[in-house]
C-alpha cells in the first residue's frame, strides 16, 4: 500500500544530542513537509521541500535541519540548538506544492530525557 | 502569519447527536482540508473543498468553503463514538507567489455513548 512511513515512533534524547526522525514516502510525491505539534496547538512547519535537492524554511525551522537528497525520502535532523524538542513530530506529503491535499504519516513523539 | 480560528475547542456530545465546527480566517483561501487526528497518529483527510461556495459530503460529514473564501465549516450527523478525535481544518493560502497550509488549533470532540 502507498503511504507515508515515519520512524521511530517515540524517540528519547539526552541534552545536547542530535537526533534524526525519519520519513520515508512511496507516493511519488514530489513535495514534502516537517511540522511539529504540540498539546492544544495546531501544526506548525518547520521545513518543506518542493523537489530533490532543495528545501525551505518554515515558521520554525531554528534548532532543525533537513536534507532531501531522494525523492521518497525527508530526514529531520533535531539539533542540541533546538531548546525545547519534545514535542510530536508529522511528516506529510503532497503530489507537489500546489496540490493540496497533505497526507501525513503517524508521528514520532520525541522526549527529552 | 496568518491564522486561523477554528471553534469550538472542544465539544461533548451524546452519541446521535449531529456536530457542527467552524473556522474563520482574516483572509482568502484557495482551498479548505478538513482532517481527523486519533490520539497518537498523524492526522487523516476527511474532505477537500477547492471552490467558494462547494458542498462536500463523504458519508455523515458535510463540509461547505464559505462564498467569501475565508471560512468553512464541518457538519457531523448522527454522531458516533468513533467519531471521537480532534479535528482540524487547514486553508491554502498564497502569498507572493508561494502557497503555504495554515491550521486551525483544533475542535475535540467526546462523545457519550
Known amino acids: 500500500d502507498g503511504g507515508i512511513t515515519q520512524s521511530p515512533k517515540y524517540l528519547f534524547r539526552k541534552e545536547g544530542q542530535n537526533v534524526t526522525l525519519s520519513c520515508e514516502q512511496n507516493?511519488?510525491?514530489?513535495?514534502m513537509y516537517w511540522y511539529r505539534q504540540d498539546p492544544g496547538q495546531g501544526l506548525r512547519l518547520i521545513y518543506y521541500?518542493?523537489?530533490?535537492?532543495?528545501?525551505q524554511k518554515g515558521d520554525i525551522a531554528e534548532g532543525y535541519s533537513v536534507s532531501r537528497e531522494k525523492k521518497e525520502s525527508f530526514p529531520l535532523t533535531v539539533t542540541s540548538a533546538q531548546k525545547n524538542p519534545t514535542a510530536f513530530y508529522l511528516c506529510?506529503?503532497?503530489?507537489?506544492?500546489?496540490?493540496?491535499?497533505?497526507?501525513f504519516g503517524d508521528g514520532t513523539r520525541l522526549s527529552i530525557l | 502569519g496568518q491564522q486561523l480560528n477554528q471553534s469550538p475547542q472542544s465539544m461533548f456530545i451524546q452519541e446521535g447527536e449531529d456536530v457542527s465546527m467552524n473556522c474563520t480566517s482574516s483572509?482568502?483561501?484557495?482551498?479548505w482540508l478538513w482532517y481527523k487526528q486519533d490520539p497518537g497518529e498523524g492526522p487523516v483527510l476527511l474532505i477537500a473543498?477547492?471552490?467558494?461556495?462547494e458542498l462536500t459530503s463523504n458519508g455523515r460529514l458535510t463540509a461547505q468553503f464559505g462564498i467569501t473564501r475565508k471560512d468553512s465549516f464541518l457538519n457531523i450527523s448522527a454522531s458516533i463514538p468513533s467519531d471521537v478525535g480532534i479535528y482540524f481544518c487547514?486553508?491554502?493560502?498564497?502569498?507572493?507567489?508561494?502557497?503555504?497550509?495554515?491550521f486551525g488549533k483544533g475542535t475535540k470532540l467526546t462523545v457519550n455513548p
Open positions: 506529510a506529503s503532497s503530489l507537489d506544492r500546489l496540490n493540496q491535499p497533505q497526507h
Open positions: 507516493l511519488n510525491h514530489d513535495a
Open positions: 521541500s518542493q523537489i530533490v535537492n532543495d528545501f
Open positions: 483572509s482568502i483561501f484557495n482551498t
Open positions: 473543498l477547492y471552490k467558494a461556495g
Open positions: 487547514a486553508g491554502l493560502e498564497s502569498q507572493g507567489g508561494s502557497e503555504k497550509l495554515v
